[in-house]
Every structure is written in structure tokens, then in C-alpha cells.
């Protein structure tokens, strides 16, 4: 087959794309090619209209009366059943709320209460890193409990749960290599111990149906700035099972936790819901930003999301193993998408520099230490062509090994 003739073929898949339209409800610089959303998602007009009506009316014109008339105290619940739908929860699990460091420390202290005849928390060893500094922080506060890791070449984590277990913290898809786990099948053999589960659903939210309720999850968190688009630094959200809710209890008793929060009383009450699990008084304006985020998937079906973030991600591996054999990348995502999220990830022995060289030409992905290539795909704004246009990229960067060039050897603060 001609390269014409598979240009074609890609372009008429972007033509036919039922989520094509999608695309023009994002903000993205004209001849960019953007496969970080992963890490940071795109902006939208919707966003940036909602910040501006927060900003210039409800709290310059309203004031304090806006944490009644706008709805502002309501918000983090509100929000959190419009993210319920998205990953399987039915309403009142589910509250945004703080970071997700934060809500992992509060989920885990929680499952932990839930088993107070255990002390083993059980992780991966590859799992996001703030969520095993948390882990420890959790273990370090609590007489007699521990950290069970799975290690590469080791027992699976499976294997890890006995009954000496209380809790096991997984990433729902690895944030460096894309391996995604089976949700359903962790919590049953977790379950079958007498163990609780927390998912980090950071690199799934917004990428592919969850159903926690299904799977009978006890726990999750997520992030709002990746695939779900919320911007820079917008909050995160935990889910607790309706089953633990009145029972699991969380360390960070903060105001906004308890049942009646304007009472002002003396001793801590927590509330009877999910409220429960916030803390502090929250961070409006980033949830304004989040509510236009949101607004958009009230029209997306998210089977048509899996659909095409696995047709793009399989195009990708192929498109760079034909274009850039031989140039010294390999594969470190898995090859079945069954058990990929929706990220590809090559080693380079140069990574940084390539990546580099890859934003410096509109290109733009990003690098995780030591040796990570790592490319996230959006299908609401990415399309057949891009991926076919930045595998060229990519492969031209390798070949002319424009990436020795020193400038792209300079390291920033943020990689």
C-alpha cells in the first residue's frame, strides 16, 4: 500500500469520526500537535467562560454571597456526581475535593480503619510516586503497619494479598507505561482476602468507562487536569462505596468534613455522607473551571472514547515501528490494548533530548525518567492525521539525530 494511498485511508477515518466535532470545543495552537493531555489537558472556551462569570460576577459583584447564590458551597458534591457518572458511581460517592496526594492519604487511613485488625497496605513499586510517599506517610503514623510492594520480576500483586492485608492501592493504568489493570478482577481477589481496594483512577478518568459500582470498588481517586481537562492545578476527587460511607473515617477533620460546619462547634462531628471526606474550605474558582470542563461530557459517550483511543494508540505503535526501525526505541507499552490505557510509551536511550527535539517542532509529548518517550492520546481532540504526522516527526528527529544539538540537553524544573 502507497503512502499516498494510506493518507487517504487516515484521512477518511478522521472524516467519518463521530468525535471529530469534539475537537472545536478546545483551545489548541494552530500547527500543534498536542499528545501531553495525559498530563495536562487542553483548554476549552467553555472553561475560560465559566473562571470569567465566577471571577468578574459572582465574587466581584456578589461577594460572600455567592457561596449561597451561585451555589458555591454546594459545589464539590455537585461536581462529584457529575464525575460519578464518568466512572461508574451512582450519586453521593463521589466529592471533589484538595489534591489527589491528599485524598489517597485520607482513602488509605480510611480503608485502614475499616481493618483494624490488619496493618499491610500492598502497592506497586511502579505506581505514581506520590502515591507511595503518601502510603508511607500513612505507615509511618500508624503503630505496627507496613508497605508490601510488587516488585518487577517478583510475586504479581495478587499474589501479595493475604489475610494479613488491609488495604491494596492500584493504579488503574501506570502512568509511565500505560498498563492498565483489570479493575473488576484486583477487587474480587482483594475481596476474597478480606481486603479493601483503593484505585488511582488518574490516567483512566475521562479516557474509558469505569464502573466502580459494578466492580464493587471501596475506594478511588482521580485528578480533574488530564483527560478530564479541568486546567492546571484543578482539584482532584475521592469515591467511597455507599456501603463504607458512615463508617470509614479520615484523618484530615477539617471544617468542610463536618455535619454542620457554620455551627461552630467545639468538638468534631463528621458528616453523615460523603462530605466527610473533604477538609478545608475549597478552591472555587478551579471548580467554576472544572464545571465548564465537565459541561463537554455531557455529550460524549465514552465507549466511542475507548473506541477510538484504542484505533489510535494501535496506529501510533505501528506507524513508529515501521518509520523508525532500527533507531534505537523499543516498546515499553503493552502491545495487547486490552491491557493498555490510553498512552504509548517508548525507551530511548536519549530520551529527554528526543522529546525535546519533538516540542521544539510542535510535537509535543513528554519525558519520565530514566528513558521514557511517553505520548498520551485524547480522542476528543486528536485525530488519525496527528498521529500519522507526528510518527514522521518523530522518526525525522531520530534519523537526522537532531536531538544532539546541546540545547535540548538542558533540563528544566518540570520534565
Known amino acids: 500500500m502507497s503512502a499516498m494511498l494510506d493518507l487517504a485511508a487516515i484521512d477518511a477515518r478522521d472524516a467519518s469520526d463521530p468525535l471529530r466535532p469534539f475537537r472545536q470545543r478546545f483551545m489548541l495552537p494552530e500547527g500543534t500537535i498536542y499528545l501531553d493531555g495525559n498530563s495536562l489537558g487542553a483548554a476549552s472556551p467553555s472553561v475560560l467562560a465559566e473562571l470569567e462569570h465566577a471571577a468578574k460576577v459572582e465574587w466581584a459583584d456578589d461577594l460572600i454571597r455567592s457561596w449561597n447564590t451561585a451555589g458555591w458551597f454546594d459545589l464539590p458534591v455537585v461536581l462529584g456526581d457529575r464525575i460519578g457518572r464518568l466512572v461508574g458511581a451512582a450519586a453521593g460517592q463521589v466529592v471533589v475535593a484538595d489534591t489527589t496526594s491528599i485524598n489517597v492519604y485520607k482513602a488509605l487511613h480510611a480503608a485502614l480503619s475499616l481493618r483494624p485488625d490488619r496493618k499491610v497496605i500492598v502497592a506497586e513499586s511502579s505506581s505514581f510516586p506520590t502515591d507511595l510517599y503518601m502510603a508511607e506517610g500513612v505507615v509511618s503514623t500508624m503503630p505496627g503497619a507496613s508497605l ?3 516488585e518487577a520480576g517478583g510475586p504479581a500483586l495478587e499474589e501479595l494479598i493475604d489475610q494479613s492485608v488491609a488495604v491494596v492501592l492500584v493504579n488503574h493504568v501506570n502512568y509511565k507505561t500505560g ?4 479493575m473488576a478482577a484486583v477487587t474480587r481477589r482483594a475481596h476474597e482476602a478480606g481486603a479493601l481496594v483503593v484505585w488511582d483512577l488518574c490516567h483512566t478518568a475521562g479516557a474509558m468507562p469505569i464502573a466502580l459500582d459494578s466492580a464493587q470498588a471501596d475506594f478511588a481517586v482521580g485528578c480533574t487536569y488530564k483527560y478530564l481537562n479541568g486546567g492546571p492545578g484543578a482539584p482532584a476527587f475521592i469515591y467511597v462505596a455507599q456501603r463504607h460511607l458512615g463508617k470509614a473515617t479520615q484523618p484530615l477533620s477539617g471544617w468542610w468534613a463536618h455535619a454542620r460546619p457554620f455551627a461552630m462547634e467545639p468538638g468534631f462531628a463528621p458528616d453523615a455522607g460523603i462530605r466527610r471526606f473533604q477538609c478545608g474550605t475549597q478552591c472555587i474558582l478551579s471548580m467554576r473551571a472544572l464545571k465548564g470542563a465537565l459541561d463537554i461530557w455531557e455529550d460524549v459517550d465514552l465507549e466511542a472514547v475507548r ?10 505503535i505501528q506507524l513508529v515501528e515501521e518509520k ?3 533507531l534505537g526505541l523499543t516498546l515499553e507499552s503493552p502491545r495487547d490494548s486490552d491491557c493498555r490505557g490510553s498512552q504509548v510509551a517508548f525507551r530511548h536511550a536519549n530520551a529527554f533530548e528526543v522529546m525535546q527535539a519533538l516540542i521544539d517542532r510542535k510535537v509535543i509529548g513528554d519525558f519520565r525518567a530514566p528513558s521514557t518517550l511517553r ?3 485524547t480522542p476528543l ?3 488519525y492525521r496527528d498521529v500519522w504526522d507526528a510518527a514522521s516527526v518523530l522518526a525525522d528527529v531520530l534519523r537526522t539525530e537532531v536531538w544532539k544539538d546541546p540545547r535540548y540537553a ?5 520534565t
Open 381 to 383: 481532540y486528536i485525530g
Open 307 to 316: 473506541k477510538k483511543s484504542v484505533e489510535l494508540t494501535e496506529l501510533f
Open 375 to 377: 505520548f498520551g492520546f
Open 148 to 150: 508490601r510492594l510488587e
Open 410 to 414: 538542558v533540563r528544566t524544573a518540570v
Open 324 to 326: 523508525c526501525a532500527g
Open 179 to 182: 498498563k492498565l489493570r483489570d
